[in-house]
């Protein structure tokens, strides 16, 4: 039978329109965009358009959009960016305890340096205080860095308040969006917001594609040198082909975010029902917040079972699920998302993280529900 894919939290497939627009800067149109040859102005010029063309759709300047390798570039460039180019020797990161390992290994990384961070915790549902941000921020605070969307439990920050915060204090406000691109409304012309990470792969892009926006008041320094690139923000030939699939993939996805919303929603309540039914619901835990959440991931504990062993029991009956947590060498680590919520072991070690996508049927979250009910079943038996 045909895999359930319920992982498009993890990566999406690439969509053929996206696909049909990459081919030609593989084939005919493959100048580099740095000859001044036909072949390199046919490049620049398609860039060029890709470049407006996004900027447009998100609100802001195509000179404020730098094209990267993904999200975690992306990261990473906005942290190391901020902090080298901070003029007054202001030291003082404030994150949550939440964030991807993007944002939190660059700032593990500046901390073995001398930078110090302030990890805000979150409440049991992932969600921050804004009370504790403005607690968190000291004089010398150079950059707060918050993720909009967790990817693990799908929960929302309040971007909006915390960006206004940061403008009070003159701050600079990076945002990981990853998670949010395709999701929720992102217009950057009216969002509080320097900083904003972008990834192509999770909106039906291809992988190894993304952009870092930078408000045209933030001074950024760049980490890659060896060209003029992207205004010396980033030396290395663009990669063409991925930049005209993200284009596109965002061109395609904006306009169906209301569409696709609702549709995770219908898969979402429908998944939760059959599980409902078929387990009763003391028997499982929904993580994460009710109100303040994306529909598209459902994380769901089932105690007493392993979340490596519902995983595995799931591929074999052939459902692609996740556990939202890094996977080292062949083990699973118990997530810092889970636990930061503090959540009780059984909660933390039998979580999976099911994410629905454009091309997921109704049929196929009643057959995947179905599955998990008989294994939770079996396994609960054994
Ligand atoms: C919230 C978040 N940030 C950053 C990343 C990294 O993005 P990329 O895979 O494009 O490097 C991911 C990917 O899962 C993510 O979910």
């Known amino acids: 039978m045909e895999p359930i894919y319920l992982d498009h939290a993890a990566t999406t497939p690439v969509h053929a329109e996206v696909w049909e627009a990459m081919l030609p800067f593989y084939t005919t149109n493959y100048g580099n965009p ?29 000179a404020e959009l730098i094209f990267t390798s993904g999200g975690t570039e992306s990261n990473n460039m906005a942290i190391f960016g901020i902090m080298q180019a901070e003029p007054n020797g202001k030291k003082h990161i404030v994150t949550t305890a939440i964030e991807h390992h993007a944002v939190l290994h660059p700032c593990e990384r500046l901390e073995s340096l001398g930078f110090e961070v302030t990890y805000l915790p979150v409440g049991p549902e992932g969600l921050i205080q804004i009370e504790d941000v403005e607690a968190a921020i000291r004089p010398d605070t150079a950059l707060i860095s918050m993720m909009y969307v967790n990817n693990e439990i799908g929960s929302i ?44 792969h999770k909106i039906y892009g291809p992988k190894g594609a993304g952009a870092l926006y930078v408000s045209k008041h933030t001074k950024l320094l760049p ?35 209301e569409q696709n919303y609702t549709q995770a929603s219908e898969l979402r309540e429908l998944m939760i029902a059959i599980l409902e039914q078929q387990l009763g619901c003391e028997r499982f835990v929904i993580n994460g917040s009710k109100e303040q959440s994306v529909p598209h991931i459902l994380n769901i504990s089932f105690p007493g079972i392993s979340t490596e062993t519902l995983l595995m029991n799931l591929d074999l009956d052939h459902v692609a699920a996740a556990s939202g947590s890094a996977c080292t ?40 529900a179905q599955k998990v009910a008989t294994i939770v079943k079996r396994l609960r038996n054994k």
Request: glycine share 8%; proline share 5%.
């Open 329 to 368: 060498s062949g083990s699973l680590e118990v997530s810092h998302v889970l636990q930061a919520m503090k959540l009780p072991e059984n909660v933390t070690l039998s979580a999976v993280r099911f994410s629905f996508g454009m091309g997921n049927s109704k049929e196929q979250i009643e057959t995947a």
């Open 34 to 62: 740095s000859s001044t040859h036909s072949f390199g102005r046919a490049s620049r010029t398609a860039l060029n358009r890709f470049r407006d063309g996004m900027a447009r759709s998100l609100g802001c300047l195509p």
């Open 157 to 200: 920050q309040p971007i909006e308040q915390v960006g206004q915060l940061a403008r009070q204090h003159g701050i600079p406000f990076h945002v990981d969006a990853v998670q949010a691109l395709g999701k929720l409304p992102l217009n950057l012309a009216e969002l509080p917001v320097d900083l904003m990470s972008l990834s192509a």
């Open 223 to 257: 980490h890659v040198f060896g060209g003029s690139q992207e205004r010396k923000r980033r030396a290395g030939t663009e990669n063409v082909p991925a930049i005209a699939g993200f284009a596109k993939a965002i061109e395609r996805i904006l306009p169906l975010r």
